[in-house]
């Protein structure tokens, strides 16, 4: 009999897929000197067979993952940079036209999107328990409440602010296990014609590249339209539009309206329908995502080891959140990489969660070039290679492992 947990959305039975063993947190970097016990849980994800809703089996409290140090910044990728800088504009003529509009944007992290509205002159509210990342946005001008956002916090912003045309959230919703307050703060908070647009990876993308690495901690819902579909009528809400994504390994971007607001565009029924088509909520087509994962893991420790018995040095590329999973699912550690290049300062001179791989500035990563670079962070390849070209001029190749283990 596979485990089984209670659905987080439905209460309905869920029933596990896959198990990725223990984990760390995944945004957990540690000073070398840092001898304490590491936090650890299971990390195993199951679908519901009532709402489709793919989730993890066990979840981490969130002030364990978001609290002061957390480390990430959605400012770490130019290509990122511009997404959300353009979606700002797209919001500012569509959404945010009317007169004196507001948007509340859930997780706003370093403010990259916020940004724009605030240099527009625009009402806004940032929503961010995370608090080093909060101060950033602050800085750059966006006005940020230190906060998890739940009911009780709609509430009391509604109160302050008056009602929102516009609740946003890049991947953070995702991230939240308690949707049930999320969404009836939502639609306390939002204006009778308002909208909830949230974006996050897609488990359409995620089963057909066998992009494992983005089950971790954080990620404890992995959405499609048909579970985003069942969720908002459940929650008294209506998927009116969705939009695929190419950031991040591919997402999709959800718009939520109250029920007979907007008309459900055309691209809701496709995606319905490909869902259906395809049986991306099959049980046989889960375990055959789950097949894969395991051959890309020996996979992937075969060639580490075989490198290593020749003599290679092999670096990783991007200490991201989804390398936790990698490297503690397959057991890589310092010996098979010798450290992981990172733009993050609050991630360098730390020691990576679980493996204990070194993170070490970009310098190092050229200080003299290595062999091959693992690259963790493969959703930005085209921004990073494009950046790296000394690196393949020195004779660098690049070790991927989505869809599968290959050196390009
Ligand atoms: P992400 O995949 O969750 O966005 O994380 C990307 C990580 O990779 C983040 O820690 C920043 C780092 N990074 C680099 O070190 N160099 C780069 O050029 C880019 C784009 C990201």
Redesign the pocket.
């Known amino acids: 009999m596979p485990n089984q947990s209670t659905c987080r959305v439905c209460a309905g039975t869920v029933t596990e897929f896959l198990d990725l063993g223990q984990q760390p947190l995944s945004d957990a970097f540690r000073l070398p000197e840092d001898t304490s016990a590491e936090f650890t849980y299971r990390l195993a994800v199951g679908a519901c067979a009532d709402c489709a809703m793919v989730q993890l089996m066990e979840e981490v409290p969130r002030e364990k993952m978001f609290h002061q140090d957390y ?3 959605s400012q ?5 940079r511009e997404h959300f800088r353009a979606l700002a504009e797209r919001f500012l003529s569509t959404e945010l036209a009317g007169e004196d509009p507001l948007v509340v944007e859930l997780g706003c992290n370093d403010g990259t999107m916020l940004r724009t509205v605030a240099a527009a002159g625009v009402r806004h509210l940032g929503v961010e328990p995370s608090g080093a990342v909060a101060d950033l946005a602050a800085e750059a001008g966006v006005r940020v409440r230190k906060d998890f956002f739940e009911e009780s916090t709609a509430l009391s912003i509604r109160d302050q602010d008056g009602p929102a045309d516009l609740v946003y959230a890049a991947n953070t919703f995702c991230h939240i296990p308690y949707v049930d307050s999320i969404l009836r703060g939502v639609v306390a908070l939002l204006k009778p014609g308002g909208a909830f647009v949230f974006e996050d990876p897609y488990l359409g993308d995620i089963v057909e590249q066998t992009s494992f690495d983005q089950i971790y901690d954080e990620h404890f819902f992995l959405f499609s339209a048909t579970s985003v579909d069942a969720m908002a009528r459940r929650h008294g809400l209506e998927l009116v539009d969705v939009e695929r994504l190419p950031v ?1 390994g591919g997402e999709v971007r959800y718009t939520l309206a109250l029920p007979g607001a907007r008309t459900p565009s055309a691209a809701v029924a496709a995606l319905l329908a490909e869902e259906q088509a395809r049986g991306l909520h099959d049980r046989a087509v889960l375990d055959g995502f789950a097949d894969r994962v395991r051959a890309i893991r020996t996979d992937l420790l075969a060639l580490l080891e075989d490198l290593k018995a020749k003599g290679e040095r092999v670096v990783g ?6 390398s936790a999973t990698v490297t503690n699912l397959c057991g890589i550690g310092p010996d098979l990489v010798e450290f992981i ?4 300062p609050a ?1 360098q001179h730390r020691l990576a969660p679980g493996s204990g791989i070194p993170v070490r500035p ?1 310098a190092a990563f050229a200080d003299p070039h290595p062999g091959y670079a693992l690259l ?2 493969w ?2 390849a085209a ?2 290679m494009a ?1 790296e070209e000394a690196f393949r001029e020195a004779g660098g190749k690049w070790i991927l492992y989505v869809p599968d283990v290959h050196v390009v």
């Open positions: 480390p990430y910044l770490g990728s130019a290509v990122m991040h590329y991007g200490a991201t959140a989804k290049s990172d733009t993050t991630k970009p963790f962070a959703n930005h921004e990073i950046k």
